[in-house]
């Protein structure tokens, strides 16, 4: 899938921006704070419903101005999309597809898929479970409405649960919440178990091409629980209500689970250089976009934010040769570094104080 088209309004610091692009690459030049990534967020935002930095839809809204509108055509293999969200200043959004009034973010799913890869990464190798937990459903939910409504009724018995556990003599309840969480849990470990199934498919062989056969990588799914079954899930919340009683909350389920990032049998968190835990999330990243493939068929729109600069040459021809097939959103100071690796039809756009010109 490509976007053909976006066109913002009163958008962080576009008040009226229309923008024709090409299914190739898409390069944003620019100098600091001029609106580079918030072009990329405003995709994003098309495609999952929230933005990648904040959680105040307030803050996407020009200064000064009630509402922020977005369109965006979408080129896709079979129906072709065309998303209008409008975001207002109290925090409601307004949404339709294909001229359709929808009610629920959910709808979007499928409509336009992104991969955005940023320096902000990193911290999916290098930081505690919650990066990589995030990274999971953020990745299930693009792919899995159903994932999404398991995701959601397991967090809402979750914060139930914990709520019962500040009280006394509440087995009963217990026994329900246990039980609702041993539904939606299972179902989530086995879809987030799959998956790492699938980023280790593709992410094994791009690994070893990226550092030219030296380093093999590895993800492990890590869970408590060998014996992945619904009545063992289910045991394993009945054992633990003591202790959860006294800590006040859950300390066991997906919602604690992890997944391992091995390089050369070490743990790439713990004992990977600064170089390698680059190099393991831009595996990360890329495996994700052919996850995608292999799931929906289409290539998503991949969204590459400040991060060319960070890398070698090496890396970033690997980048730039392995997008040739995929819309890509570059954003960069300048475009010397890379001009070298890019070819096939490239458009290259000046940013500046929220006004774009093209240069190519
Ligand atoms: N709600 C808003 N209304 C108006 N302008 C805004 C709003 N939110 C952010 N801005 C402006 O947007 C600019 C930042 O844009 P953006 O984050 O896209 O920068 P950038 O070009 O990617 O810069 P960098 O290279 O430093 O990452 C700043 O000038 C900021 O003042």
Same mark, same amino acid.
């Given at each position: 899938m490509y976007i053909e088209y976006?066109?913002?309004?009163?958008?962080?610091?576009?008040?009226?921006?229309?923008l024709k692009l090409t299914k190739e690459a898409n390069i944003f030049?620019?100098?600091?704070?001029?609106?580079?990534?918030?072009?990329?967020?405003?995709?994003?935002?098309?495609?999952?419903?929230?933005?990648?930095?904040?959680?105040?839809?307030?803050?996407?809204?020009?200064?000064?101005?009630?509402?922020?509108?977005?369109?965006?055509?979408?080129c896709?293999?079979?129906?072709?999309?065309?998303?209008?969200?409008?975001?207002?200043?109290?925090?409601?959004?307004?949404?339709?597809?294909?001229?359709?009034?929808?009610?629920?973010?959910?709808?979007?799913?499928?409509?336009?898929?992104?991969?955005?890869?940023?320096?902000?990464?990193?911290?999916?190798?290098?930081?505690?479970?919650?990066?990589?937990?995030?990274?999971?459903?953020?990745?299930?939910?693009?792919?899995?409405?159903?994932?999404?409504?398991? @995701?959601?009724?397991? *967090?809402?018995?979750? &914060? /139930?649960?914990?709520?019962? =556990?500040?009280?006394?003599?509440?087995? +009963? #309840?217990?026994?329900?919440?246990?039980?609702?969480?041993?539904?939606?849990?299972?179902?989530?470990?086995?879809?987030?178990?799959?998956?790492?199934?699938?980023?280790?498919?593709?992410?094994?062989?791009?690994?070893?091409?990226?550092?030219?056969?030296?380093?093999?990588?590895?993800?492990?799914?890590?869970?408590?629980?060998?014996?992945?079954?619904?009545?063992?899930?289910?045991?394993?919340?009945?054992?633990?209500?003591?202790?959860?009683?006294?800590?006040?909350?859950?300390?066991?389920?997906?919602?604690?689970?992890?997944?391992?990032?091995?390089?050369?049998?070490?743990?790439?968190?713990?004992?990977?250089?600064?170089?390698?835990?680059?190099?393991?999330?831009?595996?990360?990243?890329?495996?994700? @976009?052919?996850?995608? *493939?292999?799931?929906? &068929? /289409?290539y998503?729109v991949l =969204?590459l934010?400040?991060?060319?600069? +960070? #890398?070698?040459?090496?890396?970033?021809?690997?980048?730039l040769n392995s997008i040739k097939d995929v819309q890509t959103f570059i954003?960069?100071?300048?475009i010397?570094?890379i001009r070298?690796h890019i070819s096939g039809e490239t458009k290259v756009f000046?940013?500046?104080?929220?006004?774009?010109?093209e240069i190519t």
């Amino acid at each position: 899938m490509y976007i053909e088209y976006l066109k913002l309004i009163n958008y962080r610091n576009y008040e009226m921006l229309d923008l024709k692009l090409t299914k190739e690459a898409n390069i944003f030049i620019g100098d600091n704070a001029q609106g580079k990534t918030n072009i990329l967020e405003s995709i994003y935002l098309a495609s999952l419903g929230k933005s990648h930095r904040t959680k105040r839809d307030k803050e996407l809204i020009m200064w000064n101005s009630e509402a922020a509108y977005i369109q965006i055509y979408v080129c896709k293999e079979r129906l072709n999309k065309k998303i209008d969200m409008k975001i207002f200043k109290h925090g409601a959004k307004g949404l339709n597809i294909n001229s359709i009034k929808v009610n629920k973010l959910s709808e979007l799913i499928g409509a336009l898929n992104v991969v955005m890869f940023s320096p902000e990464d990193l911290k999916i190798v290098k930081e505690s479970p919650v990066y990589r937990r995030k990274f999971l459903d953020i990745e299930l939910c693009k792919l899995s409405k159903a994932y999404l409504h398991n @995701l959601t009724q397991y *967090k809402k018995a979750l &914060g /139930e649960r914990n709520a019962a =556990l500040k009280k006394i003599n509440n087995k +009963e #309840l217990l026994d329900i919440y246990d039980m609702t969480l041993a539904s939606f849990g299972i179902k989530i470990i086995k879809d987030r178990i799959e998956y790492i199934k699938n980023l280790n498919l593709y992410g094994k062989k791009m690994h070893k091409d990226i550092t030219q056969n030296r380093e093999v990588i590895e993800f492990r799914y890590i869970s408590p629980l060998n014996e992945i079954t619904e009545e063992e899930l289910y045991k394993l919340f009945v054992k633990n209500r003591e202790r959860d009683m006294f800590n006040k909350s859950t300390n066991v389920g997906p919602h604690r689970d992890d997944f391992e990032i091995i390089i050369n049998e070490m743990d790439t968190r713990i004992y990977g250089s600064q170089g390698q835990q680059r190099t393991a999330v831009l595996t990360i990243k890329f495996a994700s @976009l052919k996850v995608i *493939k292999h799931i929906t &068929g /289409e290539y998503p729109v991949l =969204l590459l934010d400040d991060v060319l600069s +960070e #890398l070698d040459s090496n890396r970033q021809r690997y980048i730039l040769n392995s997008i040739k097939d995929v819309q890509t959103f570059i954003t960069c100071t300048g475009i010397s570094d890379i001009r070298e690796h890019i070819s096939g039809e490239t458009k290259v756009f000046l940013v500046n104080k929220g006004h774009i010109d093209e240069i190519t």
